[in-house]
Every structure is written in C-alpha cells, then in structure tokens.
Nanobody
Framework: QVQLVESGGGLVQPEGSLRLSCAASRSIGNYIMGWYRQAPGKQRELVAIISRGDSTTYSDSVKGRFAIWRDNAENTVSLQMNSLKPEDTAVYYC???????????WGQGTQVTVSS
C-alpha cells in the first residue's frame, strides 16, 4: 500500500498560478503517478499522468497550462498550474498505481478555487 498526502491547494484569481504537491509514504519508482480532479456535480476526471519513464499525458483542457513531474528520490509528484480558469475549480486528487497491480491509491484531495 501507499499513502498519498496532497498539499498546495487554495484560492487564486483567474490567470493565476498554483503548485500542488503529493508526498507518498513509500518509494514510487514502480508507480504510475498522476492527478485527477472532481468539480461539484461532476465525475472525477484525469488531469495529468506521468509514467515511470517520465512520459506524460494531459487532458485537453489543461494541455499547455499545467505541467506534471515526479521526484523518485523524494517520493513526490507535483503539478504546476498556470493560467488558471474558473473552470479549473475542483478538488484535486493525487493518484498512484503500481505497474504490477491494477489497484489504485488516492490522496484525500486538496481544494483549488479559481475566482476573482
């Protein structure tokens, strides 16, 4: 098992920036890591995923504005969010899945609110 703890959410004005971080309780070298989000009344959706080999995938809605990276030495994954829009408002969840298992692990979520 792996425990995930997110940090860095908050309130930001449109066109502002935030950085989210996720700390894992164990080595993430064999884990696919990522971020999902869930807005009120909507399903949880993929934001960005990063593979063991640092290959990244982004949703079309954040491509060019968000960047994901991982630090296997520190067991962290981060999400830099730029040019934020009100529609980016959601609870953001850190995600981890071992390459050897279909079991997914989730953090508790961190609120991001984009509003003037």
């Amino acid at each position: 098992q792996v425990q995930l703890v997110e940090s860095g959410g908050g309130l930001v004005q449109p066109e502002g920036s935030l950085r989210l971080s996720c700390a894992a309780s164990r080595s993430i070298g064999n884990y696919i890591m990522g971020w999902y989000r869930q807005a009120p009344g909507k399903q949880r959706e993929l934001v960005a995923i990063i593979s063991r080999g640092d290959s990244t995938t982004y949703s079309d809605s954040v491509k060019g504005r968000f960047a994901i990276w991982r630090d296997n030495a520190e067991n962290t994954v981060s999400l830099q969010m730029n040019s934020l829009k009100p529609e980016d408002t959601a609870v953001y969840y850190c995600y981890a899945r071992s390459v050897y298992s279909a079991t997914a692990y989730w953090g508790q979520g961190t609120q991001v609110t984009v509003s003037s």
